[in-house]
């Protein structure tokens, strides 16, 4: 626990004016993240007697060892920079709200020459429509087959799109009047473009124009005794009027409004959003946080805020925003809110009327969110925190690990070895932090030798940066020395967190060499354990008998999710490397030709077989390849052993077919390479 006199910063040194600061533990990772109109009067607020913190506050500052200031010009700006460093720094004592599930969006690709509806999950892309968020992608599905009776824009996918206009012939949907089948050239791409036009508008809320205008065309069809015409718009109408009724009018003057509640405890805030557009609920979210540093209700606000708008532009930041607390000051928030939209936009509470009303439900929402959570939650806190417990306790540490990295070795009979370097914090999976190897020390089969090289490498890793961070321990002096942080940001580089527990997938063996890695490197404060497959049994350095922990402990529970989970890790990566390697051909061998310009040579050649007969002169015609390229690529197909030829096993005869193309593609990274 440090001192938060320590760091204190002289009287005089912060300055008086709006900005933004970053408190840093003593790894110098940002733990928290704050703005303040006046620098000076905010932090003076920290460092005031301990007794007199929220105990929040005072569990932050006394984990912090260094705190640091950005000073910027209006408080937009620090409200700007605070949200920018909460998303790079992931603070761990600030408020952050997260989805308790990926909302699913209608969305409309309006970028495409024949735009689709489609369900759509994550980040937004430019150039489509989004109509939602829905609680359900099956309420997008049933309101879109509604829909597609009066608006048949194309649903299917590229690959079907192509069949259809190949073969000539439309997918089920053309067939049965639910689209315009553009693959077939039923409809040329302009109207199908406007009806996709009409279809936005009818699901942004401009639905009585439209109805009214089919009313019309309905009774001059039966007028003109069109009466199959006449039906086929009734039961469109109908259509229509049954997906409206989907999303009852809830605030008349089609108001465009965004209503956002809370549901509060000491420990967990709960918020809802529900999304009004045209004066209909087109969309309702929730998220859950934890209240890890003292927060009001306003508090709880602007950084919903921050997190709903904080990449929207445009349309998508509504002109009402309707909320049960103003942030304080309010000034900034309603500025930044209208530079995102463009326009005006209104942050108030409600005080009358059917829009308090609505807030009443969607606050009603919020309190059944927090409840629910809580009963799952309660739960799955008790049972991680009894099997850290249990861990703790079986290997007679002093603290729960908060902290378990997990090593594993993967190779297919001593070929592509690779390990695996997983981390769980709190008793949950941390995959930004998953790391993985290649063993470079020798090759061949030898679980224990690699492990004894991962381990080294890993905890050199740290050393090196505890010594760049300014923790290092000077041998002569037995002073810390002070070197400034490891990156010109200030953030520590990787493998700059040290676990409080190291856990090795084996037994006897492997935990011995893990442990004689740390004890070369001088690193004692670190357990170490082992986990057989066989018996599932825990072993420790220097014992004779492993741990033998109950078949139903929530520990070895834990213990067997942590190994499965660098398993697979370590086999994926090794399964990566091995179908690399199988896929390899000549190409692969030479200097600096990457995967562009190996495909641009296969390309321009026809095929591999082609372009092994090139000469040097005919390589140097293709576009980036010079001549020390173009030698490099014979030479190596010159050691390139020729492939036997293909035999038709029916016939005997030898088959003259183009050679595949061999050359190697970038594979699909997951966590990063050491």
């Known amino acids: 626990m440090a001192d938060p006199s320590s760091y204190r910063p002289k009287p005089g040194q912060i300055p008086d004016a709006p900005g933004v600061y970053k408190f840093r533990d003593e790894h110098r990772r940002v733990i928290y993240v704050g703005k303040a109109k006046s620098l000076r009067q905010r932090l003076a607020n920290y460092f005031q007697d301990l007794a007199n913190l929220h105990p929040r506050t005072r569990s932050m500052v006394t984990t912090a060892a260094s705190v640091e200031w950005t000073v910027v010009t209006t408080e937009v700006e620090a409200l700007q920079l605070e949200y920018s460093w909460i998303k790079e720094f992931d603070p761990r004592f600030n408020v952050k709200y997260r989805d308790d599930k990926s909302y699913p969006y209608l969305a409309v690709t309006m970028n495409e020459q024949f735009p689709r509806v489609q369900v759509m999950r994550g980040a937004k892309k430019k150039g489509v429509r989004y109509f939602g968020p829905y609680g359900h992608a099956w309420a997008i599905r049933d309101t879109v087959d509604l829909l597609l009776r009066a608006f048949p824009v194309r649903t299917c996918s590229a690959g079907v799109f192509k069949n259809a206009a190949r073969t000539g012939r439309p997918c089920l949907l053309g067939y049965i009047g639910k689209c315009a089948a553009p693959c077939v050239e039923r409809i040329t791409p302009e109207d199908h473009r406007q009806l996709a036009e009409d279809f936005c508008d009818f699901m942004a809320g401009r639905t009585g124009t439209y109805i009214r205008r089919l009313e019309r065309r309905m009774t001059d069809a039966a007028e003109e005794m069109e009466y199959e015409r006449a039906a086929r718009l009734r039961d469109d109408i109908e259509a229509l009027k049954k997906a409206m009724e989907k999303s009852a009018v809830v605030l008349a003057d089609a108001t465009d409004a965004d209503l956002i509640a809370l549901a509060e405890d000491e420990l967990e805030a709960a918020v809802q959003i529900f999304h009004v557009r045209g004066g209909r609920v087109r969309g309702q979210r929730g998220w859950v946080t934890d209240k890890v540093e003292a927060v009001t209700s306003g508090d709880l606000v602007e950084h919903a805020l921050q997190q709903l708008y904080g990449e929207e532009r445009g349309d998508a930041v509504p002109k009402e925003v309707l909320v049960p607390a103003l942030p304080d000051p309010i000034e900034p928030v309603q500025e930044w809110l209208t530079e995102r939209r463009g326009a005006n936009v209104s942050l108030r509470i409600p005080q009358r009327g059917d829009k308090?009303?609505?807030?009443?439900?969607?606050?009603?929402?919020?309190?059944?969110?927090?409840?629910?959570?809580?009963?799952?939650?309660?739960?799955?806190?008790?049972?991680?925190?009894?099997?850290?417990?249990?861990?703790?306790?079986?290997?007679?540490?002093?603290?729960?690990?908060?902290?378990?990295?997990?090593?594993?070795?993967?190779?297919?009979?001593?070929?592509?070895?690779?390990?695996?370097?997983?981390?769980?914090?709190?008793?949950?999976?941390?995959?930004?932090?998953?790391?993985?190897?290649?063993?470079?020390?020798f090759e061949g089969q030898d679980d224990v030798r690699s492990m004894h090289e991962v381990i080294t490498r890993r905890f050199k890793r740290y050393l090196a940066e505890k010594e760049k961070s300014g923790e290092w321990v000077d041998e002569e002096t037995g002073e810390i020395a002070d070197t400034g942080p490891t990156e010109e940001d200030g953030r520590p580089k990787r493998f700059a967190y040290p676990p409080q527990l190291v856990v090795v997938d084996g037994g006897q063996p492997q935990v011995a060499a893990a442990k004689r890695a740390l004890d070369e490197l001088g690193i004692d404060d670190i357990a170490v354990c082992g986990l057989a497959k066989r018996l599932?049994?825990?072993?420790?350095?220097?014992?004779?008998?492993?741990?033998?922990?109950?078949?139903?402990?929530?520990?070895?529970?834990?213990?067997?999710?942590?190994?499965?989970?660098?398993?697979?890790?370590?086999?994926?990566?090794?399964?990566?490397?091995?179908?690399?390697?199988?896929?390899?051909?000549?190409?692969?061998?030479?200097?600096?030709?990457?995967?562009?310009?190996?495909?641009?040579?296969?390309?321009?050649?026809?095929?591999?077989?082609?372009?092994?007969?090139?000469?040097?002169?005919?390589?140097?015609?293709?576009?980036?390849?010079?001549?020390?390229?173009?030698?490099?690529?014979?030479?190596?197909?010159?050691?390139?052993?020729?492939?036997?030829?293909?035999?038709?096993?029916?016939?005997?005869?030898?088959?003259?077919?183009?050679?595949?193309?061999?050359?190697?593609?970038?594979?699909?990274?997951?966590?990063?390479?050491?």
Not at 583 to 606: C, M, N, S, W, Y
Not at 642 to 668: D, H, L, R
């Open 356 to 441: 308090k009303a609505l807030m009443e439900t969607v606050a009603r929402n919020a309190q059944q969110s927090l409840v629910l959570h809580k009963t799952k939650r309660a739960s799955d806190l008790t049972t991680r925190s009894r099997a850290l417990e249990e861990i703790a306790a079986a290997l007679e540490l002093d603290s729960a690990p908060l902290r378990i990295e997990c090593y594993d070795i993967s190779h297919l009979q001593g070929d592509d070895v690779v390990a695996s370097m997983v981390v769980f914090e709190d008793g949950l999976a941390r995959k930004s932090e998953y790391r993985r190897f290649q063993i470079k020390g």
């Open 536 to 674: 599932e049994e825990v072993w420790v350095p220097d014992e004779d008998d492993p741990v033998i922990l109950p078949r139903t402990s929530e520990g070895l529970y834990l213990l067997q999710r942590v190994r499965d989970e660098a398993h697979r890790f370590a086999i994926t990566y090794q399964r990566v490397k091995r179908a690399k390697r199988f896929r390899a051909g000549p190409l692969d061998e030479v200097p600096g030709l990457g995967d562009a310009r190996k495909q641009t040579l296969i390309k321009h050649f026809g095929s591999v077989k082609k372009l092994r007969s090139a000469t040097i002169d005919q390589i140097c015609e293709v576009p980036g390849v010079g001549r020390k390229t173009a030698e490099a690529v014979v030479a190596a197909f010159a050691r390139a052993a020729p492939a036997a030829p293909a035999v038709n096993t029916a016939t005997g005869e030898i088959m003259e077919e183009e050679e595949p193309v061999t050359a190697g593609t970038s594979e699909e990274r997951r966590g990063q390479e050491t």
